[in-house]
């Protein structure tokens, strides 16, 4: 599926039409030669290690407790991150269905596609012995009937069956039909509750995507001059992030167009004096970061200087607020009245977003750092911690950083920025 980001990228490549010729796009050439700021990085790829098969399994197993303690019988995976998380198995498929049921009690099975049944193999392999229970299907029979049979093997064809949240409908619909007899409910505390909790293998994947990340910010920052359009800068991060050893990449919005927090695909060109604001991320095996900055090319003016310290304050006031036992709410209502306060109120006038959401494998996942949401804080949930104010017409400030849940605390990954004029530091 595009995300947001991807489309915003794409989308104003398209709507740029004329302009600056991307610097990093132009070093695609093998004649062509980076910034000196962007060669000179060095690929922190060997930082990254897999997850194992046995970190693999103890989830399985993890989930089994959850199921176990939600009176689920199994829980059923179909493409998609969660498949991911528990397998490692990469999976597409349109309309056909492929699914890994794992019940609480027995071994897992998978349905699949019959002309599919080599690649699905070749990948459960990574998690399962060579006699997993593969159940095949021709393109004229019902998919669905081979889970209600799977089911009935295992005892449990009029038991409580979670289905991961991504499921489409019509998977959803016709699994229910097929095992009429089964109860169909959320897998959502199993997987979400497997998820949030991050092993220390996990928070150091994520502490490495974050300091890439604010690397090639850095690098790129360095080699930005006036005239050079949104796109320019896009590519530059890209670029950085690929000298690095990683894929990754940033929206970039630029004066009046950086008060819209998700941005815009008008064109924009940087001149001394505009707020430019980037908001990006890579991935490190799997594991997400997404980080945002603003600063000023040249001067910035009182009221941009005074924005970016309400913002840094709020940041600081989240941080500070978030601990085991703290709900998700307050985490937000702490950076918040710092901007109400400022003047920049009531409620989402000028912070219009929550203050923060959990993240993984996926750069949005449970929970949420937003108004009345009770969950209460644990140690090695994720988050990131993004206020900012927004001003239609004139600019937006928003400082992101991705932030781990200790044991009695939080810290972020990242440094947080220092300025408008010196948005890394040491970085």
Known sequence: MISRRRFLQSSAVVAAGTGVLPLALAAKDAKASLPASIAALKSLREQAKPITTAERLQRIERARQLMAQNALD??????G???????GIRWWGGERLFAMVVPVKGEPFYVCPAFEEGRAREQIAHIAADQADVRTWQEDENPYQRVAQGLLDRGISTGKLGLEETVRFVFADGIGTAAAGAKIASATPVTAGCRTIKSDHEIALMRLAAQVTLAAYAATWRALKPGMTQNDVAALVSAAHSQLGFEGGADVQVGEFSALPHGSITPQVIREGTIVLMDGGCNAEGY?????????LGKPTDKMKQVFEIV??????????????????????????????????????HFSHRVGHGMGMDGHEWPYLVRGNPTKLAANMTFSDEPGIYIRGEFGVRLEDDMHITENGAELFTPQSPSLVDPFGKA
Do not use: N, W
């Open 81 to 87: 991150t969660s498949l991911r998380y528990f397998t």
């Open 288 to 296: 997400a970061s997404d980080i945002s900055r603003t600063f000023v």
């Open 74 to 79: 199994a829980i059923l995976l179909m493409e």
């Open 312 to 349: 840094h304050r709020a940041q600081s006031a989240a941080l500070a607020a978030a601990r085991p036992g703290v709900e998700c709410g307050a985490v937000d209502a702490a950076a918040r009245k710092v901007i109400t306060d400022a003047g920049y109120g009531p409620d989402y006038a």
